[in-house]
């Protein structure tokens, strides 16, 4: 059974994998990085460490108590008539009560199976953190890519400004307007440059490798028109509840020590006696063997009946804790699910508003025409279609950024 739960703990973590790509058919290089950082996650590999540790536990407590051995000599001979014993060997080996050790083994492997979990929910985090942090670097790249847009527009302003001044339709004021603005732009674009930078370490990091390493990411994200579903009944599958279900068990199996250990033990050995040649010693065998029984009872087992005491409390202590982790995941996914909804509500909105903008834009050019042309409302309606394209974006990153986490708690 427990190697059964291993192997489905396992396909889980191969299944949300695969499910961190489904919202985009250019996923590749973010699923390359997934399986970069774990396989290189210093955090992975600690606690690969410890469980093997855990693991390797079993083969010590499969064993017994050592094996005592007894030798004593006669070091003064008194004069007696009696033989006398010139030195006696004994060994004697100490056994648990039947099943103990096969109880200990369970123990041990309990707490092994809960410490696998902590590689399963520590390589969740990981898978969801390197995605968080790539929807950011992608948030930032397309904004980078926006500003250079409206510089460029803004260029072509400046050209239609200053042809407008030389026949009087328009100020030098509007020109420096414009160029005011081209630099503010540019500005907004070297800081996230910078940003970009700050991000791509944080990334780099994750997959444990040299903070310049250059990460390309996709160059467009799209956004669907509904919603996919979200199986919550899966939350009560989640890693992190396993883990207290894991713990509860190794409990379990401390009790059933625990009552094991209270069981008498049971010690069998043998001791050889030497004695001297002595002439009333009439049989062929001067020397003994005997052949020794000792049983070891814990008549005064106080510690035992308080452990059986704490096993108990502990048990409630982790189905409390369960509870309250639940409660936590279920508001986490609840909160993600809403905010989903609310990203992608609020990138159809932007849809419409850019596409009013755009078309008051284009009436403002219009009237160039005409003979009359106002900067500074260009100038108004150019900040408005950039304000819509960066929230545009920042709905897309929200939208994966929330993926990511449903997935987390549900996959």
Known sequence: MRNLNLQIIRKAVLILCSLFFVLSSQSQELETLINEALANSPEIQKFDLK????????????????????????????????????????????LPWFGTITARENYVSSVADAQYVKIIIAKRNLMASVSEVYYNLYANKAKQKVLTNHVQLLKTYETLALTAVEIGKASAVDVLRLQIRQNELRQL??????????????????????????????????????????????????????????LYQSVEQSELLNQKEMAPMVGIGVEYISQENSPMITSAYKDMVMPMLSVSIPIFNKKYRSQSK?????????????????????????????????????????????QHAQNAEAMLLKSYETGTIDFKDILDIQELTLKFQIKQIEAVKAYYVQTTVINYLTQ
């Open 51 to 94: 469980y093997k540790i855990a693991s390797e536990k079993v083969n010590e407590v499969n064993s017994l108590p050592n094996t005592e051995f007894n030798l004593g000599v006669m070091a003064v001979k008194p004069e007696m008539d009696m033989p006398m014993e010139r030195f006696r060997v004994s060994v004697m080996q100490m």
């Open 310 to 354: 704490q096993n108990e409390l502990k048990q409630q202590e982790i189905s409390t804790q369960k509870q309250e982790r639940l409660n936590t995941l279920e508001t986490h996914l609840a909160k993600a699910i809403r905010e989903r909804i609310a990203a992608r509500l609020s990138h159809e909105t932007l849809i419409k508003n850019l």
């Open 189 to 246: 674009k070297d800081e996230l440059r910078q940003q970009f930078l700050a991000v791509q370490t944080n990334l780099n990091k994750l997959l444990n490798r040299k903070h310049t390493v250059a990460i390309t990411v996709v160059d467009s994200l799209i956004m669907p028109s509904e919603d996919f579903e979200t199986p919550s009944e899966n939350l009560a599958w989640h890693p992190e509840l396993l883990r207290y279900d894991k």
